[in-house]
């Protein structure tokens, strides 16, 4: 079995993300911040009863 660094970190993934274009570190980041923020709101909107569901969920989706 391979021996990780004390903060968990592996050597691959962090050569990875050196080797990305800022850009790209950019993009990565802000979906990282979306997921964040969003995975809490939409699983409250899942498991929410019918008519808390639908209020949460027209907060995120506006009906046609």
């Given at each position: 079995m391979k021996q990780l660094p004390k903060d968990?970190?592996?050597p691959e993934l962090m050569d990875r993300i050196a080797?990305?274009?800022r850009g790209r570190k950019i993009v990565l980041i802000v979906f990282i911040i979306w997921?964040?923020?969003?995975?809490?709101?939409w699983?409250?909107?899942i498991v929410a009863?019918?008519?808390t569901s639908a209020?949460?969920?027209t907060f995120?989706?506006?009906p046609r």
């Open positions: 968990g970190s592996s080797a990305m274009s997921a964040i923020q969003a995975i809490p709101k699983t409250a909107a009863d019918g008519e209020r949460i969920m995120f989706i506006t």
